[in-house]
């Protein structure tokens, strides 16, 4: 079963080690000990967790779609060059980069600042893991 010590549990989450720390005190996460005496979270449970701290992302348009992964952020940059347009934008944590038609963004009126929503909708999607240090 993978376990996280609580360093690393926060910086997954994005919130402090104190904030896991009263997590594992009001009973929200369960912590055991490993074999240096680290207090260390199951992984599963912070799945859960992870899940439940989550924001929710309401969805005020109409429009049904079968993409699932929808990205709200602000836009950090945008480079039109010739008939591309490469558009940054800034999503929480994430950095997520779209490449499209100088049209297409010019229509958008993209600019700094501005809000927009990358949706992905992809048949691969490539996931990787690290070794665990021996």
Not at 31 to 54: F, H, N, W, Y
Not at 77 to 86: K, N, P, S, T
Request: charged content about 30%.
């Amino acid at each position: 079963m993978t376990q996280y010590r609580i360093s690393d549990a926060a910086a997954l989450l994005g919130v402090s080690d104190d904030t896991v720390r009263r997590w594992v005190a009001d009973g929200h996460l369960t912590a055991t000990k490993d074999e240096s005496g680290r207090q260390v979270v199951p992984g599963a449970e912070l799945a859960e967790r992870a899940k439940a701290i989550a924001p929710e992302v309401v969805d005020r348009s109409r429009v049904r779609r079968s993409a699932r992964n929808r990205f709200v952020g602000l836009v950090t940059e945008v480079r039109i060059e010739g008939l591309m347009a490469q558009i940054e934008l800034q999503c929480g944590p994430h950095r997520v980069v779209s490449l499209m038609s100088a049209e297409a963004a010019r229509e958008l009126q993209l600019e700094v600042g501005s809000t927009g929503i990358a949706v992905v909708k992809a048949t691969t999607v490539i996931i990787e893991t690290e070794e665990e240090a021996s």
